[in-house]
């Protein structure tokens, strides 16, 4: 048992826990100097998994397009749970949508990635009538810019989407109207219209 400065309180002698006779201050051994340039070729790699940066240079082509495409796909579930119904309205188009906007962008999180897709889509013409709903609660719960996180709006806030109307007062927000097929090609596959009433 050891006090707040490293000496021994259960009384045995000739201890020394206060790592003087080598490695740092915790007892831990000191380990090898970093080789110059490993930060950089991580960098790299890191770049080239989640940034869409150019393969470094003694990487397997092979291997790192898998372990990118895994990463993808982990990325894109991530995202499908914070926004469950723009997934579910895309349907088995979810993935592939997912993997072809995120490709060569770094995350900015799970929540914020799935803002900035829908943002896009809407842009498209290819939201969903079940993601212009969930688009139009978050817009009216939260303030995001496209930049920073998004934090909980102050005021009262009204946010319309694909025909989807939203109303935040006092923290609350109820979803007025749902969002119709105004066309494109963006059919509803969540189902919406069938659990979301006037």
């Given at each position: 048992m050891t006090g707040a400065a490293g000496r021994d309180l259960t009384g045995a002698p000739g201890?020394?826990?206060?790592?003087?006779?080598?490695?740092?201050?915790?007892?831990?051994?000191?380990?090898?100097?970093?080789?110059p340039g490993l930060a950089a070729r991580q960098a790299?790699?890191?770049?080239?998994?989640v940034a869409g940066g150019p393969s470094p240079a003694g990487f397997a082509v092979g291997p790192l397009a898998a372990a990118r495409a895994a990463l993808l796909n982990k990325r894109a579930?991530?995202?499908?749970?914070?926004?469950?119904?723009?997934?579910?309205?895309?349907?088995?188009?979810?993935?592939?949508?997912?993997?072809?906007?995120?490709?060569g962008r770094p995350t900015a999180g799970s929540l914020r990635?799935?803002?900035?897709l829908a943002r896009t889509l809407r842009g498209r013409a290819a939201l969903p009538p079940s993601g212009a709903e969930e688009l139009a609660v978050?817009?009216?719960?939260?303030?995001?810019?496209?930049?920073?996180?998004?934090?909980?709006?102050r005021l009262p806030a009204v946010a319309r989407v694909g025909g989807a109307i939203a109303v935040q007062v006092a923290g609350r927000v109820r979803?007025?109207?749902?969002?119709?097929?105004?066309?494109?090609?963006?059919p509803d596959r969540a189902g919406s219209a069938l659990w979301i009433s006037d």
């Open positions: 201890r020394d826990l206060t790592g003087a006779a080598g490695g740092d201050r915790d007892g831990a051994p000191e380990g090898p100097a970093p080789r790299e790699l890191v770049a080239a998994l579930g991530e995202v499908a749970r914070h926004w469950p119904l723009l997934a579910a309205g895309l349907g088995p188009a979810w993935l592939s949508t997912f993997v072809d906007w995120a490709a990635d799935g803002w900035d978050r817009e009216a719960a939260l303030r995001y810019d496209g930049h920073t996180a998004p934090r909980p709006r979803l007025l109207r749902p969002a119709a097929n105004v066309g494109g090609d963006a």
